[in-house]
């Protein structure tokens, strides 16, 4: 039997090295650094954080910030994150060139984004960014050429 990396509860840990697309790499790689599991930032910190992330063409790992926002979020604010977060996930289908799979994730985010109470908490501009959401669908499915640029949403007006 093959013997897993688990904690203490028997979840999975993610301890296999990545590379920058959150692609994983044998183990004994040298990867990215990872963005640790029990990550707990304030809003404006996951924010910051995912968007140096994105800025940096790091989609992966920004998702894995915006994911631990939206698990230890509020209840009013936990469909935003979480349409955040899949909007990351979608970025980094297109990254990997996975289009179908892209379409899907950027999908599911932009009706997460649209069913946001106004305003938006923490300056999240959900009306663009679902907007953004749907144009990157639209351009895949015509098989659009999707600028590097794209792929760096702005996550709030601050």
Known sequence: ???RDRDEYGKARNSR????LGR???H?????ARI?????????ESLTYAQDLLDQGMAFHAHEVLEAAWKSGPDDERGMWQGLAQLAVG???IQRGNTAGAAGVLRRAADHLDEVDHPAPHGVDVDALGMHARALIDDLAHDVDIDVDR???RLSAS
């Open 1 to 3: 039997m093959v013997d």
């Open 17 to 20: 090295p990545r590379d920058a």
């Open 91 to 93: 970025i980094t289908h």
């Open 36 to 44: 640790p599991d029990d990550l707990d930032l304030s809003p404006a």
């Open 151 to 153: 792929l760096r949403p």
């Open 24 to 26: 994983p790499l044998p």
């Open 28 to 32: 004994g790689s040298r990867g990215v």
